[in-house]
Nanobody, 124 residues
Framework: QVQLVESGGGLVQAGGSLRLSCVAS????????WGWFRQAPGKEREFVAA????????AYAISAKGRFTISRDNAKNTVYLQMNTLKPEDTAVYYC?????????????????WGQGTQVTVSS
């Protein structure tokens, strides 16, 4: 059974940094693309970043570009989201997702597996 577990969320002041991790279990995720999404209260879930199965291609939302970095460690079945220069508007529950893909999926409907989410709160 596939399971994705996020960690690394928390409370941080504006301008600070956090690194989210997502560990997958249940199978080998070498051929899986990974994505990070977030959902703020009262808002739709939105795309943040994604990475191809090889790690050679990435995609970012405009709001994340230049501040966030997605990376993966296939040996550890883990994907990371390094978030720098955090803003109050980054406050949300962050979810990781995975799917077998050759490309870099950027919509939630393309992903097959989801974690339970980790809360990120950025204070002003």
């Amino acid at each position: 059974q596939v399971q994705l577990v996020e960690s690394g969320g928390g409370l941080v002041q504006a301008g600070g940094s956090l690194r989210l991790s997502c560990v997958a279990s249940g199978r080998t995720f070498r051929r899986y693309a990974w994505g990070w999404f977030r959902q703020a209260p009262g808002k739709e879930r939105e795309f943040v970043a994604a990475i191809s199965w090889s790690g050679g291609s990435t995609a970012y939302a405009i709001s994340a570009k230049g501040r966030f970095t997605i990376s993966r460690d296939n040996a550890k079945n883990t994907v990371y989201l390094q978030m720098n220069t955090l803003k109050p508007e980054d406050t949300a529950v962050y979810y990781c997702a995975a799917v077998i893909a050759e490309n870099v999926p950027t919509t939630q409907f393309e992903y097959a597996y989801w974690g339970q989410g980790t809360q990120v709160t950025v204070s002003s």
